[in-house]
């Protein structure tokens, strides 16, 4: 599961970009809870959150797509691998690999 390690901690992700990710995720069949949006977008870095507002605000080209689905369409998985990854419970070993992790300080404000 190399790859996949926290860039920030998961209450540094700006909630718009949160909010965006759920909204997304709902509209390709897998809602998910604020927490594991957060979670997934903690593997991401501030400088994409662009690139997941560019992606989010287009309809899901495949489903299901959750938010570790879509952070790996950001490193550049086709979305239709993306949904098999989704289906087969590939981003759930994922994510238990980030949360064996400790997550990165919070930014001071």
Not at 6 to 15: A, F, G, L, M, S
Not at 38 to 56: C, E, I, K, Q
Request: proline fraction near 12%; aromatic fraction near 4%; hydrophobic fraction near 40%.
């Amino acid at each position: 599961m190399s790859g996949w390690n926290r860039k920030r901690h998961p209450d540094d992700v700006p909630t718009p970009v949160a909010v965006a990710v759920a909204d997304f995720c709902r509209r390709a069949k897998t809602p998910s809870s604020p927490a594991l949006v957060r979670d997934a977008l903690s593997l991401l870095t501030d400088a994409d959150d662009g690139h997941v507002r560019s992606l989010t605000d287009e309809a899901p080209e495949a489903t299901p797509l959750g938010p570790f689905a879509v952070v790996d369409i950001i490193k550049g998985t086709k979305p239709s691998l993306a949904a098999e990854r989704q289906g087969s419970g590939y981003y759930e070993m994922v994510r238990l690999a980030a949360e064996a992790e400790p997550p990165p300080e919070i930014a001071p404000s």
